[in-house]
């Protein structure tokens, strides 16, 4: 594996010598006489006040420097004892080379064990680089934590990303937001967040961080973090270790400050509650219990428990077989022992107390009845057992057969502290030869062991102690086991085993006469081993495979052809090598190789085996580069049932753009600036819009980006959205994109210029991404202009059969009063579009806006304040509304107002001739009473005579008509369906037109 190291330039390589002296001085750092003294004898927020004081100021480093930062203290806080090179990784365990700094992602980087989201300090100087809560982590593990809460999980996290992978030991739940550190860590966490609480206390602009019981959800930023007494309870139950203690002088040596709860873990119950219930926890069981015995064999449970109190135990058995025998050693430890002849099931009960509060332990035990005890004399056997310092952890299985044995059959598992069932399955692969053995190292063993090895691997059978059985498997069949089964007393710590040359036979009952001890971290037994008598056979290996060719690389998988080796005898099979480890036997000339990383660099070679298990040489290494990953959406929310409705009336779930000049603005009411922007709502209260004014021009840009949109099982879908662009003539533009895949954007629409006052509809098709998954994006941009405000609202996406739209044209030309012209477009008695006045447009100019309005029939209604249209006496205005190549209607010359009913879509038909609308009647004495109406209306012309009136349904027809008296007049309305009407009054000069409803 090549790594891409973090640059360091010659000023840094300098600084880091002449400092190699105080690195010394580093290491061996103690607490300072004195250093709690102003502490003594306070408890709760006093004793807490009192910590902060001490341990505030303390010298900080940047997260990133070309000088000392963060990278540097935790290579020597975090390193790993065993190994000067490696350093140690928080949650996983993994040992991991100390230079691979990030690496691309297949390295180590800073875990925030307080999540930096918490309180939002992301990873400026102060608590963002505190290197008492920053701790070495590989990169997938630490993204895999995220900013989870601390509490108890249910499933064991298994790293399967990178170079570092396998499982870790820590877990998350299936039901809750939480991690569960792994056991060896608990404590260190918890008194990593004792502290961060502790120090910053909101004082001298620190963010003020606490500890709760609340789980927060996961975009939540309150400075808070959970949970408190699941915190408490493992700074209890994992005590300071000498590790945490080296850890803290480190950081202590370059911060000046330190962890005063590694010094003195009896603060932490001196200013938080260590009680549970009554000022009391319950003492329980730290032993798993033996499940399994055979018959006639000897039963021996010991018994081990806790009180965090402190609090003196007892022990007793409530239940217990009459074969067994307890005895209560005091001290919080108890034996059972005994042994019988009959198979079957026994239950027993255990209780701990100590007082006041207890706990049990309920299990049983299946006595198998005794059997056979070893295997086949032609099967494989484990020869030897190494369970060393750290990761040291590796086994030998050799093959005696006489022939070749294929391994797929075989697995490896192990029975934890020598209880309960089999786990963490190994399963092998590939072949032995004869008189040939198979080793297999814990991906973290040191690299003597490694270089043996034809396994690597990081799985939970190679993660073993000296009490952990270890079985070797043949279709799920137990023929060889190391260790003492169903028992939790040790037999290989720190040990090497070696197996008997006199031992030819798996024997599945663990016998200790068949091996010889050596002492730890013995390796030079590894690689080969040898049993009386054997020897003899084919020794002659076939020769190397010639002509290694790759072909179709994928970002997973590439395949490998080559030419066929010779042999005396004959080419049994072909071992596969990927960057010089086993990876796969194949019996052809061809073979797949799968399950890699994208834009990742490996070497393949492969050498041939005869059945005598003969090997040649490696051919020579052929380098394959798998391709890049396709791009793919980023979805933090999907969108699965429509429609989907976004009004911004309560907050927003589009994503602001940080690839932008800046930020779209939730606004209710007009903007800021004058002259632009609307003047509230399409819907609701709320709007989204970008301000134009200083400093967000000139020709800056604003994107926000929708939630992903689940297409897959739609048949038909579409966007829906209202804009408002209004300002300048040169104001920017509004763009609408969409994307597949995150990278690759498509515009669907654009707008530029001022659209004068009006909001306007818009309605995207988008049929051609069925069965996709999309995000859209509005895409803002100012001009060299601040009256350029631009807003969205109401945004839609639909998956019901489309509304069919049409768009009207509308120019206004105006006379030397702009600012008296407004026109509006109504449905009934709701406006669908309105604009004016354009007191901000030049005499006589023209505007054209665009209107988008669903199938069907309106009024279109313009006026003009004054009363004197917009021609021809004061300048020679005009307006047209149309519809494609259709004019529904156009003029100028009218007196206040003027209105007509129009159809658009496939019926396009003006309904009524354009009615001129009369302020001046309207205002000297017309009315009409009541409305809505039941029965009748009564109607007032005021001035009006020898009138006549109509009332006209919304469809354009014409219900009841007549004349009226003067003055005054009622009309029978009984006739007419309940409904939204027109009514227009008419004489020889002058038409008012009023909508009516009728009940």
């Known amino acids: 594996m090549l790594f891409q190291f973090k640059t360091r330039d010659f000023i840094r390589s300098l600084m880091l010598f002449l400092l190699m002296g105080l690195l010394f001085h580093h290491s061996q750092a103690q607490i300072p006489s004195g250093y709690y003294d102003s502490a003594n004898g306070k408890t709760g927020d006093q004793l807490k006040a009192a910590l902060n004081d001490i341990i505030s100021g303390h010298t900080t480093y940047p997260y990133s420097s070309s000088g000392i930062d963060v990278w540097d203290i935790l290579k020597e806080a975090d390193k790993d004892p065993n190994n000067s090179a490696n350093v140690i990784g928080i949650y996983s365990g993994f040992s991991m080379d100390a230079s691979a700094e990030y ?33 070495v982590a590989d990169i997938s593990t630490n993204g ?52 961060m609480a502790t120090r910053y206390e909101g004082e001298n602009g620190d963010v003020d961080l606490e500890l709760t019981e609340t789980l927060l959800g996961s975009t939540d930023k309150s400075p808070y973090h959970g949970k408190l007494s699941v ?34 873990p009896e603060y932490v119950c001196e200013i938080y509650s260590c009680s549970t219930s009554g000022g009391n926890i319950a003492p329980y069981f730290t032993s798993s219990p ?56 026994y239950s027993v009960t255990l209780n701990v107390s100590d007082g006041s509060a207890s706990n049990s332990q309920n299990y049983t035990v299946n006595v198998i009845s005794s059997g056979g005890g070893s295997g086949s004399t032609s099967e494989l056997i484990f020869s030897e057992y190494i369970e060393g310092s750290s990761y040291n952890k590796g086994l030998e299985i050799a093959n005696f057969t006489g022939s070749l044995v294929d391994l797929s059959a075989y697995s490896i598992m192990k029975q934890t502290n020598g209880s309960g069932s089999w786990t963490g399955e190994l399963t092998l692969n590939g072949s032995i030869a004869h008189e040939d053995v198979f080793v297999v190292v814990n991906s973290n063993a040191a690299s003597a062991m490694q270089a043996e090895a034809d396994l690597i691997s990081s799985s939970a059978a190679l993660s073993f102690n000296g009490n952990d059985p270890i079985g070797l498997f043949k279709n799920g069949q137990l023929i060889d086991v190391i260790g003492n089964f169903n028992s939790s007393s040790s037999f290989g710590q720190n040990t090497t085993l070696v197996r008997k040359e006199t031992i030819s036979e798996p024997n599945a009952t663990y016998s200790t006469s068949e091996w010889d001890g050596y002492s730890s971290d013995t390796f030079s037994f590894l690689g080969s081993h040898s049993i009386a008598g054997s020897g003899g056979g084919d020794t002659e290996a076939p020769s190397v495979p010639a002509n290694l060719q790759v072909s179709n690389v994928t970002e997973t998988s590439f395949d490998i052809s080559w030419n066929a ?15 010089g480890s086993l990876y796969a036997n194949s019996s052809s000339t061809t073979a797949t190789v799968n399950g890699l990383s994208a834009s990742t660099n490996y070497l393949v070679s492969l050498s041939a085996q005869d059945a005598g298990g003969n090997e040649s040489n490696q051919s020579s290494n052929v380098g394959v580069t798998t391709s890049a990953p396709a791009p793919s959406l980023d979805c933090q929310n999907t969108i699965n049932s429509f429609p989907y409705n976004q009004g911004f009336e309560s907050g927003s779930d589009w994503f602001q753009s940080t690839s932008d000049d800046f930020d779209w603005t939730i606004n209710s009411g007009g903007t800021a600036s004058s002259n632009t922007g609307p003047a509230s709502a399409f819907d609701g209260n709320y709007y989204f819009y970008i301000e134009a004014s200083s400093p967000n021009y000139s020709y800056k840009t604003a994107t926000i980006e929708s939630p992903c949109f689940d297409l897959g099982s739609e048949n038909q879908a579409s966007f829906n959205f209202n804009y408002h662009m209004y300002g300048a003539s040169n104001m920017g533009f509004l763009s609408l994109e969409i994307t597949t895949d995150g990278v690759n954007w498509n515009t669907l629409w654009t707008k530029s210029g001022n659209q004068a006052t009006a909001w306007l509809a818009e309605n995207i098709d988008l ?7 999309i995000k859209l994006r509005f895409v803002g941009q100012t001009a060299d202009t601040w009256q350029g405000d631009i807003a969205i609202d109401n945004l839609e996406v639909s998956t019901s059969q489309p509304v069919v739209e049409s768009t009207l044209d509308l120019s206004l030309t105006f006379d030397n009063y702009p600012e008296e012209t407004t026109w509006e477009i109504v449905e009934g ?59 529904i209607v156009s003029g100028g010359s009218f007196g206040s107002g003027e209105s007509t009913s129009f159809c658009v879509g496939n019926n396009f038909r003006s309904l009524t001739n354009t009615e001129r609308l009369s302020s001046e009647i309207e205002s000297a004495g017309f009315n009409v009473h009541p409305n809505p109406a039941v029965s009748e209306l009564e109607i007032f012309t005021g001035k009006m005579e020898a009138t006549a ?28 369906e309940s409904g939204l009407y027109v009514l227009k009054v008419l004489d020889s000069e002058n038409v008012v037109v009023r909508k009516i409803m009728v009940k």
């Not at 080796?565 to 960057?579: A, E, K, P």
């Not at 004197?868 to 509304?881: K, M, N, P, V, W």
């Not at 008509?961 to 005054?968: F, I, P, Y």
Request: net charge negative.
């Open 103 to 135: 690496n691309n992602g297949d390295g180590w980087n800073r875990e925030h064990v307080w999540a930096k989201s918490r309180g939002d300090f992301g990873t400026s100087e102060g608590p963002g680089t505190d290197c008492h809560h920053l701790a």
């Open 144 to 195: 895999a934590r995220g900013n989870m809460n601390f509490d108890y999980g249910d499933t064991f996290y298994t790293d399967t990303q990178g170079f570092y992978s396998g499982s870790t030991l820590s877990k998350t739940s299936s039901t809750a937001d939480v991690w569960e550190p792994r056991d060896e860590v608990k404590g260190d966490v918890a008194r990593m967040m004792f502290y």
């Open 231 to 264: 915190l408490l309870e493992w700074h209890q139950q994992d005590p300071v270790s000498a590790a945490e203690i080296q850890r803290n002088n480190v950081i202590y040596s370059y911060q000046n400050n330190r962890n005063p709860f590694i010094d003195h």
């Open 290 to 345: 033996v499940t399994t015995l055979s018959a006639e064999s000897t039963y021996s449970y010991s018994i081990t428990t806790t009180d965090p109190d402190g609090d003196d135990v007892s022990i007793s058995a409530s239940t217990l077989p009459n074969w067994m025998s307890f005895t209560d050693n005091g001290s919080g430890s108890a034996t059972i022992t005994g042994s019988t002849q009959t198979a079957g099931d």
């Open 565 to 579: 080796s010779t042999d005396n005898v004959g080419v049994d099979q072909y071992v596969i090598y990927l960057d």
């Open 767 to 773: 049929s051609a991404y069925l069965g996709e998954t």
């Open 829 to 887: 008695s709701t406006v669908i579009a309105e604009g004016g006045p354009y007191g901000n447009y030049a005499d006589g100019s023209t505007a054209n806006v665009s209107i988008t309005v669903p199938e069907g029939c309106y009024d279109f209604i313009i006026y003009d304040s004054y009363g004197d249209g917009i021609c021809c006496s004061y300048g020679s205005g005009s307006y047209t509304l149309s519809n494609g190549n259709n004019v």
């Open 949 to 976: 009136y109509q009332i006209i349904s919304l469809s354009g027809k014409i219900e009841q008509s007549g004349n009226l008296n003067a003055k005054s007049s009622t009309i029978d309305v009984t006739n007419l």
